[in-house]
C-alpha cells in the first residue's frame, strides 16, 4: 500500500537553530515528489518539485534532496516567519498526489 | 504567477441545503483541477480529478451525487456539495494543474473553503 510518512510531527526551534525535516515514502509508480508549505486556515503553498534520486532545490533558507526512499527540507538559519505546516506528497504515475501528514514547524524568537 | 482562487473563502449552510465552491485559476490555463478535503490536524485527501470538457473522476468511497463536480472552461471547476450534511463540514481545497511545459506536474492550490453545516 502506498504511504508517506513524515517526521518529526512537530518541531520546535529557536531562531537561527538549523534543522531537517523527514519525508519518506513506499510508493509503487513514482513520478516525483513535492513539497509544500500550509499556514493555519490556508491551501498548501508550492515549495520544490524534485524529480530523480539525488536532486536537490533550494530556495532562500530552504533545501529539498531526493533519496530513493525519502526526502529532506534542511531549514538553514530559520526564522520565526517560516513557522507553518510542511507538507510532502508524492505524484503517483496516475497522476494522483499523495500527500503525508506534515510537520508542524514552530520557530521561537 | 500560477496563482489559484477560491470562492466563497468560508460558508455555513443549513443541513439539507446545497453548496457551490468555485475554483479558478487566474493567470494560466488548467485542463486538469483536482479537490481535496482536509480535516482538522489532518492531511490533504484528494475526492476527485476534475478534466475539463469531461467527467470528473472520483477517489474510492466518495460519493459522486453528493459531490458534484463541472469543469466548464480551462479556468474554472465548481464543487457542489448537494444535500449537505454536519459530517460535510471540512475544508475544501482545490488544485490546478497547468495543460503544457516544465511545471506540467505540479499542481497549485487555491487558499480553501471553509465549509460548516448547521
Known amino acids: 500500500e502506498d504511504q508517506v510518512t513524515q517526521s518529526p510531527e512537530a518541531l520546535r526551534l529557536q531562531e537561527g537553530e538549523s534543522s531537517s525535516l523527514n519525508c519518506s515514502y513506499t510508493v509503487s509508480g513514482l513520478r516525483g515528489l513535492f513539497w509544500y508549505r500550509q499556514d493555519p486556515g490556508k491551501g498548501p503553498e508550492f515549495l520544490f518539485t524534485?524529480?530523480?534520486a539525488g536532486e536537490e532545490k533550494e530556495k532562500e533558507r530552504l533545501k529539498a534532496t531526493l533519496t530513493k526512499k525519502e526526502s529532506f527540507l534542511h531549514i538553514t538559519a530559520p526564522k520565526p516567519e517560516d513557522s507553518a505546516t510542511y507538507l510532502c506528497?508524492?505524484?503517483?504515475?496516475?497522476?494522483?498526489?499523495?500527500f503525508g501528514t506534515g510537520t508542524r514547524l514552530q520557530v521561537f524568537p | 504567477g500560477a496563482v489559484v482562487s477560491q470562492h466563497p473563502s468560508r460558508v455555513i449552510c443549513k443541513s439539507g441545503t446545497s453548496v457551490k465552491i468555485e475554483c479558478r485559476s487566474l493567470d494560466f490555463q488548467a485542463t486538469t483541477m483536482f479537490w481535496y478535503r482536509q480535516f482538522p490536524k489532518q492531511s490533504l485527501m484528494l475526492m476527485a480529478t476534475?478534466?475539463?470538457?469531461?467527467?470528473?473522476?472520483?477517489e474510492q468511497g466518495v460519493e459522486k451525487d453528493k459531490f458534484l463536480i463541472n469543469h466548464a472552461s480551462l479556468t474554472l471547476s465548481t464543487l457542489t456539495v448537494t444535500s449537505a450534511h454536519p459530517e460535510d463540514s471540512s475544508f475544501y481545497i482545490c488544485?490546478?494543474?497547468?495543460?503544457?511545459?516544465?511545471?506540467?506536474?505540479?499542481?497549485?492550490f487555491g487558499p480553501g473553503t471553509r465549509l460548516t453545516v448547521t
Open positions: 488544485s490546478a494543474r497547468m495543460t503544457s511545459g516544465p511545471s506540467y506536474y505540479e499542481q497549485y
Open positions: 476534475s478534466n475539463e470538457g469531461s467527467k470528473a473522476t472520483y
Open positions: 506528497a508524492v505524484l503517483k504515475s496516475s497522476d494522483k498526489l499523495i
Open positions: 524534485l524529480y530523480s
